[in-house]
């Protein structure tokens, strides 16, 4: 089993988190994933389970609020669907 990355939703683990007012992080993300599985592809471990979405559970909103994508706008972002 593999982890690849830990809270990318947070500013000290990925950044930038925000371009332009608009997520980030989760196109940083995805492409980080597209890689990391093609290394366990091409060392023989294509198959073993991958870890993803390890998120920081909440972001506040404020300051503290910019430096962070809340985790259901940075899952929806990664996997390119809206709110419906």
């Known amino acids: 089993m593999w982890s690849l ?3 990318p939703n947070l500013v000290s683990w990925l950044g930038p988190q925000f371009r332009r007012k608009r997520p980030n992080s989760p196109r940083l993300y995805r492409a980080l994933l597209r890689a990391g599985h093609q290394g366990l592809v091409d060392s023989g471990h294509g198959s073993d389970e991958i870890l993803i979405g390890e998120l920081l559970p909440f972001a506040r909103g404020g300051r503290a609020g910019r430096s962070k994508v809340r985790p259901i706008q940075f899952l929806r972002e990664l ?3 809206n709110r419906r």
Do not use: F, G, L, P
């Open 79 to 81: 996997a390119c669907v």
């Open 5 to 7: 990355w830990n809270e």
